[in-house]
């Protein structure tokens, strides 16, 4: 199927407009000559609203239904550096819609000392925010599900009071949310054949998977060869490839396309995590800093900062042949490079100096 017929069909489900898109499709000039190859980047920290990320294009599919429901409240999760709780915050206060927040706090203690990056913004945009933390020994899937069931009795009770409420899950990872990362494939794929660039990569970071499954789908829709190279943030469980291949079969259907995509196809790689989610790498940190001083674009120190040290990795190792058409999807994350320290880890020489 072509790009445009196969947006046409996206099209025809509901979608509130809320981001700036396309996103910028942008040449990495310096970097390219550096590694012998043409990289581009997909400028998804730019899709807005308040400094933008992946989620938004998750967030016009979701709310759109949010909308329609006639709901009043919004709940979703996530850690309380989430990029996606800030955007799903902007988003709803875009559209008038009252967002309440259920995070993740690890850091000891039952919430943080300070409100800073993301957190800082929600405070701002004034959502009403829950903070959970994990008992010791408890894993953070564990404290997510612990989490959907405090909220779970939080929206009974608004609805016994005549409230309507809507609930996103973490990461926006389901198949109404992949559907905006479907169309992100088809927005891209129209950007390289207006521009004549026959791409073999895309490289970008994964975390609840619901980018991978969307852009799996697109993939699958168009019959592309582009091969993707999802680079994982946290230690993924063992089913998760048959949890994404099953969530793009969910989109494929939803869109009436008579393809599958099999659990083996979904390969992620999960070599650049270093000590854990929301901890720095001593590799994310200098590709953070690599891209900053070559090209002046901010990665976030969580998920795109390992994801681009996945990236340099694989061209330094020619793991990624030079002369390659490569594209690293910049989803975003900004305000997370002015969280805490110890998430950000040490992004600038001489860190003690002014
Ligand atoms: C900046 C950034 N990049 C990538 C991801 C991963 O996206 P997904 O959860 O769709 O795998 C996230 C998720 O929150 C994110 O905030």
Not at 292 to 308: C, H, N, Q, R, S
């Amino acid at each position: 199927m072509d790009a445009y017929r196969a947006e046409k069909l996206i099209l025809n489900i509901p979608r509130v407009p809320i981001g700036f898109f396309p996103t910028p499709l942008q040449k990495l000039d310096n970097l390219s000559k550096k590694y012998n190859s043409s990289l581009y980047m997909k400028r998804d920290d730019l899709s807005g609203p308040e400094f933008g990320g992946n989620k938004i294009r998750k967030l016009e599919f979701l709310l759109a239904e949010a909308v329609k429901k006639n709901t009043e409240y919004v709940f979703t999760y996530g850690a309380h550096q989430s990029n996606h709780c800030r955007e799903t915050v902007a988003a709803c206060r875009k559209l008038g819609l009252k967002p309440v927040l259920y995070l993740l706090y690890l850091g000891g203690g039952n919430k943080p000392g300070q409100y800073l990056g993301n957190l800082f913004l929600d405070k701002i945009m004034d959502a009403e925010i829950k903070f959970v933390s994990p008992t010791p020994g408890i894993s953070a899937y564990e404290a997510v599900e612990h989490s959907y069931k405090i909220s779970a009795e939080h929206i009974l009770q608004l609805e016994k009071g005549g409230h309507r409420c809507y609930d996103i899950p973490v990461g926006g990872f389901n198949p109404i949310g992949c559907l905006g990362f479907t169309l992100g494939f088809i927005e891209l794929v129209k950007q390289l054949q207006d521009k004549k660039i026959k791409l073999d990569y895309i490289v970008f970071a994964t975390g609840s998977g619901g980018t991978l499954a969307g852009l799996l789908a697109g993939k699958a829709m168009l019959n592309s060869d582009i091969k993707m190279i999802p680079i994982s943030v946290d230690v993924e469980p063992k089913d998760k490839p048959k949890k994404i291949a099953d969530m793009a079969n969910e989109v494929l259907k939803i869109l009436g396309i008579d393809t599958s995509i099999n659990e083996n196809e979904v390969i992620i790689d999960t070599g650049y995590i270093g000590e854990g989610y929301e901890k720095p790498s001593e590799a994310s940190t200098s590709a953070i800093r690599e891209l900053a001083i070559e090209e002046g674009i901010v990665l976030d120190p969580v998920y795109t900062g390992k994801a681009f040290a996945g990236l340099l990795d694989y061209l330094r190792k020619r793991l990624i042949p030079q002369d390659s058409n490569v594209l690293f999807w910049h989803t975003g994350g900004t305000p997370a490079i002015f969280a805490e320290r110890e998430i950000v880890g040490h992004v600038y020489k001489g860190v003690n100096e002014l």
